[in-house]
């Protein structure tokens, strides 16, 4: 594999932290070409500091020479005090930041200045802390108002989560656990996959391994749909379960049940089972980027092979069997099918009597008798009358 360089950097918020004084630092998402995804931490001094040396380096796409060749991205001066107003405030302008330097030419966004500067350090993975200072609190930055700071409202705290047994990391983006560790959740994605941090260590960890420590999580759908919602497969599948489905790239399925590890169930014609979400995409919506590389993961494990787990989503969660899963749907389909039936026999005896309507001999106009010899006599004229006599 060639040299490393940065694909994507999402601003994902900032942290107020407390040691060794109070402070802000901004958390960013960086996505790498060999598909990793690693969380660093910079202070705005610091950036500020890479912008300028970045100038440096190419004075004529900073517009030193002439500003009508400028393609690096402006930023604003630290102030001479940073608080947490422009700490919030300069989210929208750093996430356009970002967004326009990995978009550079290559010899800018993949040059080692900038690279080196995303690498994750020792502070990243292990940040200074004291125990008698209270923890750090975290202010994400909302997916839909990325631009628009002025939403963000504070100290959004993270959830947080106990694993229920133990899991083995299978790549460098994972995150191992052991049963009873408390990790905090930064981002929940619908396809298995949560973004958690625990101490020093931070990475993708399956949904199905954690419970909340309140009560069973209710963010999943808690009633199937059995009208179902029209997908596509976009990334073919082998079963490896019973109650699994085999498909292929292309397939059109329907998504009737929704479930928090990844794996929903769907029917296919009249067959019902379980399937990965994240190798589904749904029917008319567009594919990005993020969706692509989301489907080179392998799929997580699904929250009924975690063995020997003494979970509280055990505890008030109403369980379906697949059996329920197939008869309900199969009824589904048979009462769509009669209703589709009905409006089809009402249509075609509408039609039968517009035909007979149509084919039916059109009545002949009545031939009035004749009238009788007298009543000729008495009413017509003399030149009618002597046609009779």
């Not at 085999?246 to 014609?269: A, N, P, Q, S």
Request: charged share 30%.
């Amino acid at each position: 594999m060639g040299d490393a360089f940065i694909r994507h950097i999402e601003l994902l918020g900032y942290e107020k932290r407390f040691f060794p004084s109070q402070h802000y630092v901004y958390m960013f998402l960086v996505k790498w070409n060999d598909l990793s995804e690693k969380l660093v931490y910079r202070r705005f001094t610091e950036i500020y500091e890479f912008h300028k040396a970045l100038k440096e380096m190419f004075p004529i796409e900073s517009g030193d020479i002439n500003t009508e060749n400028r393609i690096i991205p402006h930023l604003p001066a630290p102030k001479w005090f940073d608080g947490q107003r422009s700490t919030q405030n300069r989210q929208g302008t750093l996430s356009e930041y970002c967004y326009t330097l990995v978009n550079l030419p290559n010899k800018i966004s993949r040059c080692l200045h900038v690279v080196n500067f995303f690498k994750v350090r020792p502070d990243d993975m292990n940040p200074a802390t004291d125990s008698q200072i209270k923890k750090p609190e975290v202010f994400l930055l909302p997916k839909d108002t990325k631009k628009n700071s002025t939403d963000i409202t504070g100290p959004m705290v993270l959830q947080t989560y106990r694993a229920i047994a133990d899991y083995e990391k299978s790549s460098t983006s994972e995150m191992a656990l052991k049963a009873g560790d408390m990790v905090d959740v930064v981002e929940k994605s619908e396809s298995g996959w949560w973004f958690c941090q625990l101490k020093n260590k931070r990475g993708w960890v399956p949904a199905a391994y954690l419970e909340p420590m309140d009560g069973p999580d209710e963010s999943e759908e808690q009633e199937p749909n059995y009208a179902g919602e029209q997908y596509v497969v976009q990334k073919s599948y082998t079963a490896v379960e019973e109650d699994e489905l085999t498909l292929k790239e292309g397939d059109t399925i329907e998504v009737i049940h929704k479930l928090l590890d990844g794996w929903w169930v769907i029917r296919k014609d009249e067959t019902t089972g379980y399937y990965p979400s994240m190798y589904l995409q749904k029917a008319g919506e567009a594919n990005t980027s993020v969706k692509s590389e989301l489907r080179n993961r392998s799929a997580p494990p699904r929250r009924s092979t975690i063995r020997n787990a003494k979970s509280i989503h055990k505890q008030g969660r109403k369980q379906i069997s697949q059996e329920t899963y197939r008869r309900n749907s199969t009824k589904y389909i048979q009462s769509r099918r009669n209703m589709k039936e009905n409006f089809q026999n009402k249509a075609n005896v509408i039609t039968e009597k517009n035909e007979r309507e149509e084919n039916k001999p059109k009545a002949q106009p009545a031939v009035p008798p004749r009238p009788s010899k007298d009543l000729i006599l008495n009413r017509c004229t003399e030149s009618t009358r002597r046609k009779i006599l």
